[in-house]
Structures are given as C-alpha cells and as structure tokens.
C-alpha cells in the first residue's frame, strides 16, 4: 500500500494538470528505508510530448547524486498519461527500473467524471510484472 500525503498528492495532480496536454513526471523521495514519500520533486518531461515522458538524463544524474548525499531513496515515481487511464503502459513497464518504488499514475483524460475529475493510481512493477496497490491519503505522517 501507498500511503501518502494529501498535499503531496494534490501536488502531483496539479503538476499534472499543469503540463497538460503533455505528459508530466517526477519523483517524490523519501528517507532511505523508511518507504516514507517527503520530498516532492516535479521533473521536465525531456520529451514533451502528450504520450510519452522521458526524464532528462543530466536531471535524472543530478537527483540521484542529491538523494545519496541526503540518504533518500526514490519512494514514489510518477507520471501522467493524458489520454488514457492511469495503467501502466509497456513502455511504463519497460522504464521501470526501481523494484521498491510505487509507480503512481495520474489520467488528465477527459471524461473521467465530475465527482472523481481525474484517476490517481499507484502500482508495482517488478520484473514486469504490474501489481496495482491500494493507496491512503492522509492529513501527514505519525512520528
């Protein structure tokens, strides 16, 4: 399971929302080995494109050396897709190289309905193999 901040999940649907009708990414990091997601961090989508991100290669180098230097771990992973649900595509599945991270997708695909006006989902992926997990919001984390 996921459990989440709701700032920090509304921060992922507002950025996703914000690059629209591109594809947006990012990661959120978290101390390492707590599983624990803190550190919100919105990447540009190197490809800019509506059906595809990309992270760039010299962003992508320049997190992981900040995150080693904080012990942080990449805790959550996510994207957007803009025209279809939040499902792990295969090139999703082939780009996922983090076995302990929640891969979360948000649809800014239109029609997903005025009470629930985009999906949120997370899942694992591991070996290719896609689990999709319950996610928790809640108001902040117990110490």
Not at 27 to 36: C, F, K
Not at 43 to 68: H, Q, V
Not at 100 to 110: G, K, M, P, Q, R
Not at 124 to 137: P, Y
């Amino acid at each position: 399971m996921l459990t989440i901040t709701r700032e920090l999940r509304d921060r992922i649907v507002a950025h996703s929302r914000a690059d629209h009708p591109d594809e947006a990414c990012g990661v959120i990091a978290g101390p390492a080995g707590t599983g624990r997601p803190e550190r919100f961090i919105p990447m540009l989508n190197a490809a800019r494109s509506p059906t595809f991100y990309e992270f760039d290669s010299g962003d992508l180098l320049k997190l992981y050396r900040e995150m080693d230097d904080l012990d942080e771990e990449p805790v959550v992973i996510y994207h957007s897709h803009t025209a279809t649900e939040a499902y792990p595509s295969r090139t999703d599945v082939s780009y996922a190289s983090e076995p302990f991270a929640h891969y979360v997708l948000v649809s800014t695909a239109e029609g997903t309905g005025e009470e629930d006006p985009y999906q949120f989902r997370s899942f694992r992926i591991v070996d290719g193999v896609i689990t999709e997990e319950d996610v928790e919001v809640v108001e902040g984390y117990r110490v």
